[in-house]
């Protein structure tokens, strides 16, 4: 018997990247292949939240994609699916702050990702 449940995960994010995905403009989240994201698939929920507050969002995976670094995965992806609101060099600039290069090392991951839900929501907070 297959367990057809998906499986929800939860990832803090910044407000300027919430607000994309809240209002359907960002398809592509960019994350390094940490362990714990080694085994996102297709199907699976992304609940994001702004970290310290109770404003989530959530998203179905539709596709994850490994990339050996950020370059490649804008050039692959394209910088508007990333973030329709800054150019290619802002966004890799952004990027590589977030995430230095020992972390960029571990592989880049392009989780493509389609609203679930019409704008962020407020949950209480869990202690």
Known sequence: MTDTTARVRELNLYRQYFDLIAAG???IEVRV???HLADLTAGDVIR???KGTDETCEVK???VTEYPNFESLL???GPANVNPAAPRDQQLANIQTIYPP???A???LAIQIELLDHGPRHEPLRD
Do not use: M, N, Q, S
């Open 106 to 108: 571990l592989g880049a």
């Open 102 to 104: 020992e972390k960029e």
């Open 61 to 63: 995976v539709k596709r």
């Open 48 to 50: 994001f939240r702004i």
């Open 25 to 27: 403009a960002k398809t």
């Open 33 to 35: 292949k940490y362990p």
């Open 75 to 77: 050039d692959g992806e």
